[in-house]
């Protein structure tokens, strides 16, 4: 990277010298990681940062802050010395902006730089550091930073950051407020219209805004046994758990507001070929397996449709009554698939023979099942029977047989 900072014209001897050095001893360290391993191997990763990296970040911003007075990045038509970072050093646009602010506020904490270069602190408490310096002043963290060094040497620089965060409250809460406040004027939420079946999400919180819904999310962010499911899959699975039952618990006593408005013909409904797609309310589509999936345990939805069709979902009993509900609830416990024990509040009654089939709406043709195997049995093909007090569920095309007896 020095190579890059220095014109060829203004190489000497000693720049030549101390970048072979530098390749050297980045040699000498590769060849001791290949061939060594366990516990050496985790104190060499120690090493690498508390000799290497973090020293020579500290020696990075000596030199960025330099070249920043002199000005000389515009030599090379670049606009600001962080666009200069990314182009010439390959950094991130992120990246780029805090090792300025890095070179800028370290030349005012001298603590922090005398230890930056010690290889005590790591790159990233100084970074907190230096954005604390640049929020409250350099003056303010100068009073104490040689306590909040001491703190740095005991957390990760996350932990950290909640640490200099109180301590910006504490000198400057005004200054705290103000970017609170601005934080959340940049508030956003953006669903995006469904394209190719898919629907994006982006947005941002402020930290009360993410912090609630990182709570609100964690009860459903377990992993089962055997959980397939990947982090992002969980936390959308987790999303989507806290929007249906959010949006079922009503306290006044007046039933469930529908979460889910799909529009389908009897034709759909029934799984007839050829039948049209259910069309949801606010835009998309979804295939006639999910709405037969709705259909099944309609406490959860309403479908609505035609004239002939709602009077056919009038009168039939589909809505679990609540006696049929509370003895299915008994009797199950909790997602009969073999192997799940999701609980019953993530669970939809499911009927074996299929309501829109004929399948009667009592206690023998019903089961529990968790939302994910509830879609695996509706759009993935899985079938699922009861025999003898034991379930068994059957992968589309009857590859082969899981068979497992429940646990309770
Ligand atoms: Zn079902
Ligand atoms: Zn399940």
Request: net charge positive.
């Given at each position: 990277m020095a190579v890059a900072v220095v014109a060829p014209s203004s190489r000497d001897a000693h720049f030549e010298s101390a970048v072979r050095q530098l390749r050297v001893g980045v040699q000498a360290m590769a060849a001791w990681v290949r061939q060594t391993e366990g516990e050496a191997l985790g104190e060499g990763l120690i090493q690498i940062r508390e000799a290497g990296i973090d020293p020579l970040e500290a020696v990075f911003a000596t030199g960025v802050r330099r070249f920043d007075k002199s000005g000389?990045?515009?030599?090379?038509?670049?606009?600001s010395l962080t666009a200069w970072l990314r182009w010439?050093?390959?950094?991130?646009g992120g990246a780029a902006m805090e090792r300025v602010e890095v070179a800028r506020q370290l030349e005012k904490l001298p603590q922090t730089e005398a230890a930056f270069a010690k290889g005590d602190v790591g790159y990233q408490h100084v970074a907190v550091l230096a954005h604390a310096a640049e929020h409250v002043g350099a003056a303010a963290v100068r009073k104490e930073e040689g306590k909040l060094l001491q703190t740095a040497q005991t957390m990760d620089p996350g932990q950290f950051t909640t640490v200099a965060k109180n301590f910006e409250h504490r000198v400057d809460a005004a200054g705290a407020l103000a970017e609170a406040n601005r934080a959340y004027e940049r508030r956003y939420f953006h669903i995006s219209e469904p394209k190719d079946g898919v629907v994006r999400l982006d947005g941002v919180l402020d930290a009360e805004g993410g912090a609630t819904l990182r709570t609100a999310l964690q009860p459903f962010m377990k992993p089962v046994k055997?959980?397939?499911?990947n982090y992002g899959q969980r936390s959308v699975d987790a999303l989507m758990e806290l929007c249906r039952q959010g949006s079922g618990?009503?306290?006044?006593?007046?039933g469930p507001r529908p979460q889910l408005i799909i529009r389908a013909g009897l034709d759909t409904l029934a799984g007839i070929k050829g039948a049209p797609a259910g069309e949801l309310e606010g835009g998309g589509t979804v295939p006639a397996e999910t709405v037969q999936r709705y259909a099944c345990d309609s406490a959860v939805s309403r479908i609505t449709g035609q004239a002939e069709l709602e009077h056919e979902l009038n009168h039939a009993?589909?809505?679990?009554?609540a006696s049929t509900r509370r003895a299915l609830e008994a009797r199950d416990?909790?997602?009969?698939?073999?192997?799940c024990t999701r609980p019953l509040s993530w669970c939809d009654g499911h009927h074996l023979v299929w309501w829109t089939r004929?399948?009667?709406?009592a206690l023998p043709n019903l089961a529990m099942l968790c939302r994910p195997h509830h879609r695996m049995v509706h759009e993935e093909g899985w079938s699922l029977a009861r025999a003898r007090d034991e379930w068994r569920a059957e992968p589309p095309g009857k590859i082969a047989i899981r068979r497992l007896t429940r646990r309770e």
């Open positions: 000389e990045y515009k030599a090379d038509g670049a606009l010439k050093c390959k950094l991130s055997d959980d397939a499911r618990s009503r306290r006044d006593g007046a009993s589909r809505t679990l009554p416990r909790h997602c009969v698939f073999p192997g004929g399948g009667a709406t």
